[in-house]
């Protein structure tokens, strides 16, 4: 049971730290394109862009959250542990 408990652990910790290195690569990647605060930056032009021109209702700030990750996506099964 602990050994299992630990390769959980182990799993998620290694899947935390993949997706830890995308959004850093990912920040860097948008503030090398003219974005100053990085994902920060692209969510607040996203959000007044949904604001002033909306096809749908706006979405409030306190409304948003990120996509979840679908159970059954790729790379979680392609990681080494």
Partial sequence: MSEDLGRKVARLE???DY???????????????????????????????????PSSPPLEEEDFSFP??????DFLDDLEL
């Fill in 14 to 16: 290694s899947i935390n």
């Fill in 19 to 53: 997706l830890e290195s995308e959004l850093v690569s990912l920040d860097r990647l948008l503030r090398s394109v003219g974005f100053e605060e990085g994902i920060s930056s692209v969510r607040l032009a996203s959000m007044e862009t949904l604001y002033f021109f």
């Fill in 68 to 73: 979840q990750i679908p159970q059954d996506y």
